[in-house]
């Protein structure tokens, strides 16, 4: 197939060989909790999709850390999600179009393909004087959220911030800010994290294009595949947990060692997350394999319960 011939060729130009690409595509199909003989038909959607869903990107409060996250995934790479992958009908910050032309996009996707389109969304949404907190095209983020969201076939939260509220719902939230669910009183895929990782969102839309349905949620939302066990069940450092081995203070010897960071305030142990397996940037790291401890930053109201942050919970 041409499409694919040339998907290859573009990861080759990337130093990518396809046997690294399987490579890949097997791991994602294990993040995405499915089992091995969907390899062959995960690397197919990647490289040559047969169709692509529209998508409805929506901006409420946040700080575009999620869609920065994004730019950071890999085989497929972002413009593949972009331009082959999925259909963006509307993203304020990739789009090209701006101002009224941009909002004319917006209502021209949502009549053509109302009932089809998946909504994502970023950012939490103002509650408190009438949603004046923040606004688009005159519209408070509320007023588009109701407009919008229920004409979508499935609502997708990105990031802590539209899943659960976010640091914007942190005490004493002054402009009454909630997450998305919560907000307009329905049920939404959470994909939380500050940022969440891009892996957690590819494995969600293959599970979609691959079955033709949402991946399996948890009582808070979250696709079970990448919510499923704890930071501590899974992290690397569990030994020297058990062992009792702690670092207890920052540039110490045993910070060197690698030991448990429990006692300088990781929050491992009431964070479910697939940091340790899935970890960032091409799989090269995350916050406990670089010496920090975790924050618990994709469970609610994380900046409030998890605090004061560096102190044993």
Known sequence: MEK????????????????????????????AGLSASYVSQVAEVIAAPTQRPPVVWLHFGECTGCSEALLRTTYPYVDNIVLETLSIEYHETIMAAAGHQAE???????????????????????M???????KIGGRT??????????????????GTCSSFGGVQAAKPNPGGYKGVGAALGIKTLNLPGCPPNPVNMVGTILNY???????????????????????HDQCPRRGHFENEEFVEEFGSEEAKLGYCLYKVGCRGPETFNNCPVAKFNDGTSWPVEGGHP??????PDFWDKMAPFYEEL
């Open 104 to 126: 004319d996009n917006l209502k021209a996707a949502i009549k053509k393909y109302e009932g089809q389109f998946l909504c994502f969304v970023e950012g939490a949404i103002p």
């Open 128 to 134: 408190k004087y009438n949603g004046a907190y923040g």
């Open 294 to 299: 975790c924050m618990g930053c994709s469970e």
């Open 4 to 31: 694919e011939k040339l998907f290859y060729e573009k990861l080759e130009a990337n130093g990518v060989s396809r046997r690294d690409f399987m490579k890949y595509c097997t791991y994602l199909t294990a993040a």
């Open 141 to 158: 983020f509320l007023e588009i959220a109701k407009d919008v969201i229920p004409k979508a076939a499935a609502t997708v939260c990105i």
């Open 209 to 231: 294009l691959l079955l033709g349905k949402l991946p399996e949620l948890d009582k808070l939302g979250r696709p079970n595949f990448a919510y499923g066990k704890t930071i």
